[in-house]
C-alpha cells in the first residue's frame, strides 16, 4: 500500500512515495503539506532498486533501503535544481555553515563531534553525512536532510556555506588553503554522480561552482582541542572562543 | 569512430574531465583529465568529426604539423579506445 507524503527539503516540494510507514516517520522533521501548485518533484522506487539496495548495503533493513533509495530518487532530479547531495559532515557557527568531507571511516563524524564538545552550543550539526548542496545567487547553501548517517545527526536548517575542508586524520594539526584544482578527483567521489548524462553534467558545473565560491582547505588532525582550534581560525578567520566548557 | 554514449565532458576550475553516466559508468569508474588539445579533440568527434578533419582542426588551431597532429591524434584515441571510452 503506497504512503504519500511531502518532504521539503533545500527549500524544494518533493512528493514521497513510499510502501512502508517507516519512510515518513524517519523524515518527520521535513514533513511539509503538499502544494496545491504542484511539487519540485516525485521521488518513487521500484521493489527491484530496493532488492539491489538490501543487496549492496549489509545488515540494513528492507524499510531503510526503501528510504535510500527514494534519497537516490531525489539526488537524481536535484541538479535540475542547481542541487547535489555531498558527502561530509557540515556545522554551523554563527551564520555560517563549515563541511568537512573525507572517504567513510576518516573521522569527520569524531571532529565535528569535538567541535560540539568544545565549542558547546554555539556549534550546531546540520548534517552529519549527506547534506544536500544548492547554488544561490552567489553562494552555496548547506541543506540538511533526514538522511545523515548512522548517527542521525541532523538539524532541518539551511545554512550559507562558509568553507569547505578536506579531512585527513594526522599525528599533528595543521591546516592549509588548498588549489581546488589540486583536489577535483577527490571533490568528485564526494559528491553524488546522477546516471543520467544531462544530470551528470549539470553536476560537474555545480562542482566547478562550488570549487570557485566557497574557499577549500585541507586539514591534518588528531582528535584533541588543538585540532578544532586549528581548524576554527582558518576556516571562520575568527578568533578562537575562550569557552572550554559544553558537552 | 565516436565516443560511446554516457560520456560527459566538463570543466571544473578551467580543467576539462571527462566521466561516464548510466550504463557506460558500470564499466568505467573515476575520470579523465585532459589537456586543452585532448578537449578540442574530445569536442570535435563528438560533433562526428572523422580524424582527418580533427587533424585539420589542430594544425588550425594550434602551432602543430600535420604529421606530429596526427600522431598525436592516433595516441589520444588508441588511450580512449584501451579506456573503453570511443569505439
Not at chain 1, 544561490?136 to 556555506?161: D, F, M, Q
Not at chain 2, 569512430?1 to 569508474?29: C, P
Amino acid at each position: 500500500m503506497a504512503n504519500i507524503f511531502g518532504l521539503g527539503i533545500a527549500d524544494l516540494s518533493v512528493e514521497m512515495h513510499s510502501r512502508s510507514p517507516f519512510v515518513e516517520h524517519f523524515c518527520h522533521d521535513y514533513l511539509i503539506d503538499l502544494p496545491s501548485h504542484g511539487v519540485d518533484m516525485i521521488a518513487v522506487t521500484t521493489e527491484e532498486q530496493v532488492d539491489e539496495e538490501l543487496r549492496a548495503v549489509e545488515g540494513t533493513s528492507r524499510e531503510n533501503a526503501e528510504s535510500l533509495c527514494l534519497y537516490r530518487a531525489i539526488a537524481e532530479q536535484l541538479p535540475r535544481f542547481d542541487a547535489a547531495v555531498f558527502h561530509g559532515a557540515a556545522i554551523s557557527y554563527g551564520d555560517r555553515a563549515f563541511l568537512f568531507t573525507a572517504p567513510s571511516g576518516t573521522g569527520k563524524s569524531t571532529h565535528i563531534k569535538l567541535w560540539r564538545k568544545y565549542l558547546g552550543d554555539a556549534v550546531d550539526i546540520v548534517n552529519g553525512d549527506k547534506p544536500v548542496l544548492r547554488l544561490t545567487e552567489t553562494g552555496v547553501n548547506v541543506c540538511s536532510t533526514p538522511w545523515a548517517g548512522k548517527e542521525r545527526w541532523h538539524k532541518n536548517r539551511i545554512v550559507p556555506l562558509g568553507a569547505l575542508c578536506l579531512l585527513k586524520r594526522g599525528t599533528v594539526n595543521r591546516i592549509r588553503r588548498a588549489d581546488p584544482t589540486e583536489h577535483v578527483e577527490e571533490l568528485l567521489n564526494q559528491i553524488y554522480l546522477p546516471k543520467n548524462a544531462e544530470a551528470l553534467g549539470t553536476t560537474l558545473e555545480l562542482l566547478d561552482q562550488l570549487c570557485r565560491r566557497v574557499p577549500l582547505f585541507v586539514l591534518e588532525c588528531d582528535i584533541s582541542e588543538e585540532a578544532v582550534r586549528t581548524a576554527f581560525t582558518a576556516m571562520t578567520q575568527e578568533p578562537y572562543p575562550n569557552q572550554t566548557e559544553g558537552n | 569512430m565516436k565516443i560511446k554514449e554516457g560520456f560527459v565532458l566538463r570543466r571544473v576550475m578551467g580543467k576539462a574531465v571527462v566521466i561516464a553516466a548510466g550504463n557506460a559508468g558500470e564499466t568505467f569508474h573515476g575520470m579523465i583529465k585532459l589537456n586543452d588539445t585532448a578537449a578540442d579533440v574530445w569536442q570535435w568527434l563528438s560533433e562526428g568529426c572523422d580524424i582527418a578533419q580533427i587533424v585539420q582542426k589542430i594544425t588550425e588551431k594550434y602551432d602543430v604539423s600535420a604529421e606530429k597532429a596526427t600522431a598525436d591524434v592516433h595516441t589520444l584515441l588508441d588511450k580512449l579506445r584501451a579506456e573503453g571510452i570511443v569505439e
